[in-house]
């Protein structure tokens, strides 16, 4: 065991001791007075040598996991890494100089990229065991177009335990994307689908590309406006847990709403849990599938939670949906991945799945406080329902697409609420994600945005 270096805490200051101690370990790995490799007391140890409780200490190990400044072995105790897991030796400085990660490898930078998964949350011994518990099963010659059942399992258990939900069957899925897609094949061909406007551009991509015709509905701090919905769709496609972009959330009277005009209409719900899991201020908000199991098509994955490497999603429909979608798959032979429902079932099998989910919350919640407080320091105003991993920044001068530019020319790719519409933009703002790369780099171009 390394021999850890003097951390002093201050009792008096207003920071607190858990950020005073991770900041402490964090600046010796960065200077090299922690090596990569060495390993860190227990939290119970560093706890009694501090006089601190072992909360502190704890909350501060958590933090460094989700940096990834230290990497958690099954057995053997915490360890000091070489750099933040996920940053590359030649394109990162430590994260104390507060340098933005290079570009990745699109030649985008990623710290503001709304939709992606904060990997950097995850412990990678738990990611190394699931990876290595999914290829012990023997190979399985069955074709499994509903999914493993272990999978499904998994799910129930996931939806029970984070959404309040307990579903009579699931469909495995490749994810959100690959569902919405499968499932427009299962609409009258030239069928009229509503979608949210500003909305999610991949989904109604998928829904075009199936020969439906698109009509946006207008969005607004309530989620999709249920009045603006025209008679004669045959689906509405809606993210009523945290819309995206606008990150609102869509209450209980709309929800209501909405499936009372989809069961006197006829047409499907199809609802996008997107960052259903994440929630900060109280529990998930309830699913449309439990208010009405009869006529919502309910869509979840592990891309956002987990990672897109697992390519697992899943889907809950009524009966008769599910009937044509398991027809579709027996004659066209689609089905997905076994691999990354594998995985999926070896983090849930053992506690692993919920652990990581909060540690998750943590993370995204205070990466979210980060975005605030550089928000506010600027004089902008920041939108969005405390979840999620994105918000909406308005009051920045000049206009929408002037803020982009500019933003480009400092090395930084931000996205504007115009590029999400369907016609003529109808809102404007950025939408800031807050979930990929590390901390210093959401603060390094955070500054870089507002500066």
Known sequence: ?????????????????????????????????????????????LAAALRVSRTVTTAAFDQLLAEGWVAGRTGSGTYVTALPVGLPDDGARDASAGAVRGPDRDGVPAALDPGRPCVAALDRAMWRRAWRAAADPEPDDAPRPDGLPDFHAAVVEHLLRHRGLTPDAVLSTAGTSAAVAELARLLPAGARVAVEEPGYRRAVSALRAAGLRIVPVPVDDDGLVVDAVPAGCAAVYVTPAHQFPTAVRMPANRRVALVERARAEGFLIIEDDYDGELRYDVAPL?????????????????????????????????????????????????????????????LARHGDLSRHLRRLRRELRERRSTVLAAAAAAGWTAHGDPAGAHLVLRGFPGTEAGQVAAAAGRGITVRGLAGYHEGPPRTSGLVVGHAAGTRADLRAALARLTG
């Open 1 to 45: 065991m390394s021999e850890v270096p003097p951390l002093p805490l201050d009792r008096g200051s207003s920071v607190p001791l858990a950020v005073q101690l991770a900041d402490g370990l964090r600046a010796a790995a960065a200077g090299g007075t922690l090596r990569p490799g060495d390993r860190l007391p227990s939290t119970r140890a």
């Open 286 to 346: 309830p699913l449309l599938a439990a208010l009405a199991p009869d006529t919502v098509v309910h869509l979840g994955t592990a891309s956002k939670i987990v990672s897109p490497t697992l390519g697992a999603g899943w889907a809950l429909a009524p009966p008769p949906v599910l009937a044509a979608w398991r027809d579709l798959r027996e004659r066209t032979g689609t089905r997905p991945s076994p691999a990354g429902q594998r995985v999926l079932v070896a």
